[in-house]
């Protein structure tokens, strides 16, 4: 197995090994009814002019957040929620697709979540030893060998590469969001806020959305209800309808990270990000990742054209 490399919110595979395959076109759709319900439940938004990325001194100014600029979107269509188990499951069964962590034979999973034996012999990521290379862990078994999706079939898929997502998009006729598309439904209406629902963390003392509570790898006091994922349709929605777009599970977008590489950009933090470590669950701040790469906190949210043809 490689020696996993260091990264902030979600470990990746470097050197990526498929990054050929993101500049070609996904593969041909096939007509399947599970995938026109798939694609069938989309919010549609009418786009417009907004106010995208932050200045905000608590940010990342090295990922890109800022400035803060207008930006212009199209009426476009996008999930109220990550692709589910459930819905994955439907995709695997219809097309035989083998994720990529089932072809490299391991991916990322939070120490936490191991077994002490699981743990012990899972090589660590240098620089964040809470993230470990776990062989046999995949979308079916998320925390590796011995555990399962089973009772969790409404929580978001997850170890789900961007090339993944795309396989998932083309069977589904629908495509990932790109990221102005992404923060423009995220924000749910609200023009300059840190959170989709406002600028405090916990209004009223509240939670919502799911986060790391507590102390910072040590302990999670699950105070949000949650210590790994939760269900997709989980706390508010925001104005647009839309469910967990901060916290939960970091979602790939279409876009690259930066036009010098092949990272793909992913936003939206997720159950892992804590202030003292990575406050990256504002709907302005944003990470990057190979497109060959999978964790136990990298799922994804389908979009579309207005005009697909699916009804």
Known sequence: MPVPTESCCAPGR????????IGGPPPARRADPAA??????????????FLMGTEDPDGFPADGEGPVREAVVGAFRIAPTTVTNARFASFVKATGHVTEAESFGFSFVFAGF???????????????????AVEGAHWRRPEGPGSSFAARQDHPVVHVSWNDARAYCAWSGTRLPTEPEWEFAARGGLEGRRYPWGDELRPD??????????????????ADGYAGTAPAKSFRPNGHGLYNTVGNVWEWSADRFSAAGPERAMR????????????????????????????GNIGFRV???VHTGVR
Do not use: K
């Open 268 to 295: 939206g933090g997720s159950h892992m990000c804590h202030d003292s470590y990575c406050n990256r669950y504002r709907v302005a701040a944003r990470t990057r990742n190979t497109p060959d790469s999978s964790a």
């Open 114 to 132: 191991l077994t002490p034996e699981l743990g012990a012999r899972s090589p660590a990521v240098a620089g964040t030893p809470w993230w470990r």
């Open 36 to 49: 026109e319900r798939a694609a069938r439940d989309l919010v549609e938004l009418a786009g417009g002019r």
């Open 205 to 222: 003392g509240r939670y919502m959305c799911n986060i790391w509570n507590g102390d910072f790898p040590r302990h999670n006091t699950r």
């Open 303 to 305: 979009a579309a054209d």
């Open 14 to 21: 470097e050197p990526a090994t498929t990054v050929l395959a």
